[in-house]
């Protein structure tokens, strides 16, 4: 790592943690769901199913759907789902730091993917009751 590059990245640590820009997720939240597309239906997988297929991603998916309090995604996990121009689009729509996009992205993605999985009923459908 160059002196430069760290002196940036000290700068911008600084920068996210004087503005607060790691509390502020109603932006980013908004972001991800626009990338990733309506809540999925039965008959049409939504954009983050297939990009999970496509990068054989689709069992860590359903562990953060079926868990209400997942760990962070890795950023290789984040790298998965997203394209870099998706990353930087998130940068400029939020006005956050590269660094505090992802750091968020890591702790947002798993929620956002619960979030959105309890929207979907086919994903927690319930056998039908039986009176006793």
Request: hydrophobic content about 40%.
């Given at each position: 790592?160059?002196?430069?590059h760290s002196v940036t990245n000290a700068i911008t640590h600084v920068g996210d943690f004087i503005t607060g820009?790691?509390?502020?997720?109603?932006?980013?939240?908004?972001?991800?769901?626009?990338?990733?597309?309506?809540?999925?239906?039965?008959?049409?997988?939504?954009?983050?199913?297939?990009?999970?297929?496509?990068?054989?991603?689709?069992?860590?998916?359903?562990?953060?759907?079926?868990?209400?309090?997942?760990?962070?995604?890795?950023?290789?996990?984040?790298?998965?789902?997203?394209?870099?121009?998706?990353?930087?689009?998130?940068?400029?729509?939020?006005?956050?730091?590269?660094?505090?996009?992802?750091?968020?992205?890591?702790?947002?993605?798993?929620?956002?993917?619960?979030?959105?999985?309890?929207?979907?009923?086919?994903?927690?459908?319930?056998?039908?009751?039986?009176?006793?």
């Open positions: 790592m160059t002196f430069l820009a790691t509390l502020d997720r109603s932006g980013l939240l908004t972001a991800l769901n626009e990338v990733l597309g309506p809540v999925p239906r039965p008959d049409q997988p939504s954009k983050l199913e297939k990009r999970a297929q496509a990068m054989g991603m689709t069992d860590t998916i359903r562990r953060w759907q079926s868990a209400p309090n997942s760990a962070p995604a890795t950023e290789e996990e984040v790298r998965g789902f997203f394209l870099q121009e998706e990353l930087d689009w998130f940068s400029e729509q939020t006005g956050l730091s590269d660094l505090a996009t992802m750091k968020m992205i890591r702790r947002m993605l798993p929620q956002c993917v619960r979030l959105r999985a309890l929207h979907d009923p086919s994903l927690f459908s319930q056998p039908p009751r039986t009176r006793v």
